[in-house]
Structure formats: structure tokens, C-alpha cells
């Protein structure tokens, strides 16, 4: 009788520690660039609607996160702010959306986003500061600037860490090791998740692979992502987020830990290049523990239409690009993608 009994409290207990994890298992979702809009060089390249329709065809799978993130590439800005420098002002591009564009990001169910990246400048300190008041002004946490390094907030109970990195001039830098291992450490001695993106990486199609080496764009050192990521990771990051190179690359796992190399263009309006796989970008959701310890994910392909529109894609071509690349670049990997996007350890 005894050992019946014995049986059954310990059946009871495994039941009860199956259920607890489930219960908190928390889904990070990550895209990659978005730029829905800019009244620079000329009102024409603002969509209809003030661009309450972008983000239509994709925002219920965004909102059904505990967190969303993105990068947010460009500024928010209504007014004039002093414009960045080009050599040649016909391949100027600098981006900047009114103000009121960041209802649109809200109302998609974006928590977090990045401003670490080349156009957060792009109207200079003016732009700079007022990207960051419109985001705080409306709940949507960030990070990168040499202003807000980093950030830290608490949603149903979990207290998240958030901090971004890229090779720009008023950002956190990527190759300042030495920086992003103080602020990757602090955050994880006081965070329950830390969660990091980065700007990195050489740009364009021919640089859609990891190289785990220092990678160079038009001179400037964009960092070594590989390496980039491991070392936050050792230093208590949880998921780490890659965009810049403006196309898809590889995922990977380390010390069950997620990485994104580069999540591409997700929602990038009117002037940017979505030709060939430039315009397929995926939905990335990451599924941890209360730790941050990777459990499984979900590749969910879109691709742009239009001039920039953001729609879930049948033919499924970023779980194709990223299986095939993550193939090539992590012959070793623990994970299993399948042909439905499903990410798991093999």
C-alpha cells in the first residue's frame, strides 16, 4: 500500500512539473527591418492611409507574442532635423516617418525594437532624440543609442533585459567587446531573459553567409557576428537578433541559446531594393523557458508586395532560404528546421 501510494505522489509531482513548464513557456518573436514611410526626400514615399495598412496582413501572428521585436531602420520624425552628410545626394538615403507612424508599430503588437543601425542619425541628434521621446511617449521599449544603451522592463511577471549593438556613429558598438560584455552581464545578473540585437554584417545578396570571420561593408568594419554572438551569449544573453546585411541568413543554437545571424527586410517602404530574396524575410518565434533555455520555434515566411507590404507567404520561401543556409553555414547544428518552419532540437 505504501508503495502504491508512493507511486502516485511521485506521478502526481511529475504531472505538476510538466504543466509548470508549459505554462512558462514564453514566445519571443523577431523581424527584421522595418521603414514603413519617409517624408524625406519627398511626401510621395508615404503610403496611403498614414500606413495604418502595412502591417494588416501579418499583425495577428505579431500580437499573439509575449514579445515582439524589430529593427526599426530610420527615424521618427514629423519636423526638419539637420541631414546627414552624402557624397553623392541623388544615393542619399535618409529615412524619417511622422511621428504618428509609431501607432502603427504599436498597434502591430510591437514590445521592443532597435535603433542601433546607419539611419538612426540620418537628421542627426534632432532625429535621433525625437525617435526616442515618440517611442517612450508610447510604451515600445528600446536600446542602442549612446542616450538609452539599454533597457529594462517586466511583462507578466518577467523581467526582460534588452540591449543593441551595431558599427554606427551615436550607437552601442559592436566591436567594443569590452562594453558588451559590462552591459550583457549587468542585465543578466538582474534579468530573468536578456534579449540582444545587433546590426551587422556585410550587405546585400552575395553576403547571405555567415563567414565567422570580421566582415567589411564600403570600408566600414560591420563586426564579426559569429563571434559577436557567442560572446554575448557567454556573457548571459538568451536570444540574440542579427539584421543589416538586408537578406535572410542562418540560425543557430549555443549553449541552448538562440541565434538569428540576420532576420533581412521585413516591412521596408518604397525605397529600399525587395528584388529576389531581398523581399522574403521570415517571422521568427522563439519559444524558452523562464530562464531563456531555448525550447523549440517557428519559421513563419512573408514576403513584400507592392512597394513594401508585408503578407504571409504560401510558398514558403524564408523557411526554404533558412533551412538551405543553415545547412551550409552549421553542418553541426542541434536543430532540426522542417519544411512547415518548425525549429527543434534534433
Known amino acids: 500500500m505504501q508503495i502504491v501510494f508512493f507511486l502516485l505522489i511521485t506521478t502526481l509531482i511529475d504531472i505538476s512539473i510538466k504543466e509548470t513548464s508549459?505554462?512558462?513557456?514564453?514566445?519571443?518573436?523577431?523581424?527584421?527591418?522595418?521603414?514603413?514611410?519617409?517624408?524625406?526626400?519627398?511626401?510621395?514615399?508615404?503610403?496611403?492611409?498614414?500606413?495604418?495598412?502595412?502591417?494588416?496582413?501579418?499583425?495577428?501572428?505579431?500580437?499573439?507574442?509575449?514579445?515582439?521585436?524589430?529593427?526599426?531602420?530610420?527615424?521618427?520624425?514629423?519636423?526638419?532635423?539637420e541631414i546627414k552628410k552624402c557624397s553623392d545626394p541623388k544615393k542619399c538615403y535618409a529615412f524619417k516617418s511622422p511621428d504618428n507612424y509609431v501607432e502603427n508599430y504599436k498597434n502591430a503588437g510591437f514590445d521592443i525594437v532597435s535603433i542601433a543601425n546607419n539611419h538612426i542619425n540620418d537628421f542627426g541628434e534632432i532625429g535621433r532624440k525625437n525617435t526616442q521621446r515618440v517611442l517612450k511617449e508610447n510604451g515600445i521599449y528600446f536600446s542602442g543609442t549612446i542616450e538609452k544603451p539599454y533597457t529594462i522592463f517586466t511583462k507578466d511577471s518577467i523581467k526582460y533585459g534588452f540591449a543593441s549593438f551595431s558599427p554606427n556613429k551615436g550607437t552601442i558598438q559592436i566591436n567594443n567587446y569590452k562594453q558588451a560584455k559590462e552591459i550583457i552581464s549587468y542585465l543578466d545578473s538582474i534579468c530573468d531573459i536578456v534579449i540582444v540585437s545587433f546590426h551587422g554584417g556585410a550587405e546585400g545578396t552575395d553576403y547571405n553567409r555567415v563567414t565567422r570571420t570580421r566582415e567589411y561593408f564600403l570600408g566600414e568594419d560591420r563586426g564579426n557576428p559569429y563571434e559577436f554572438s557567442r560572446l554575448v551569449i557567454d556573457n548571459g544573453a538568451d536570444i540574440v537578433f542579427g539584421h543589416g546585411p538586408h537578406v535572410v541568413r542562418s540560425v543557430d543554437i549555443y549553449k541552448d541559446r538562440f541565434i538569428a545571424f540576420s532576420l533581412g527586410n521585413f516591412a521596408t517602404y518604397a525605397r529600399f531594393n525587395l528584388r529576389g530574396i531581398r523581399g522574403i524575410a521570415p517571422i521568427i518565434q522563439v519559444n524558452v523557458d523562464n530562464n531563456g533555455k531555448f525550447i523549440d520555434g517557428k519559421i513563419i515566411s512573408t514576403k513584400q508586395i507592392g512597394l513594401g507590404t508585408p503578407v504571409l507567404d504560401i510558398e514558403n520561401k524564408a523557411v526554404n532560404e533558412i533551412y538551405k543556409l543553415t545547412k551550409l553555414d552549421f553542418p553541426e547544428s542541434k536543430l532540426l528546421i522542417d519544411n512547415e518552419g518548425h525549429i527543434s532540437y534534433k
Open 22 to 81: 508549459y505554462e512558462k513557456k514564453i514566445m519571443v518573436l523577431g523581424v527584421g527591418d522595418m521603414m514603413i514611410g519617409t517624408n524625406y526626400p519627398s511626401d510621395r514615399y508615404l503610403p496611403k492611409n498614414n500606413g495604418r495598412d502595412i502591417f494588416k496582413g501579418v499583425s495577428k501572428v505579431i500580437s499573439k507574442a509575449d514579445i515582439a521585436f524589430g529593427n526599426l531602420e530610420g527615424t521618427l520624425l514629423t519636423g526638419k532635423g
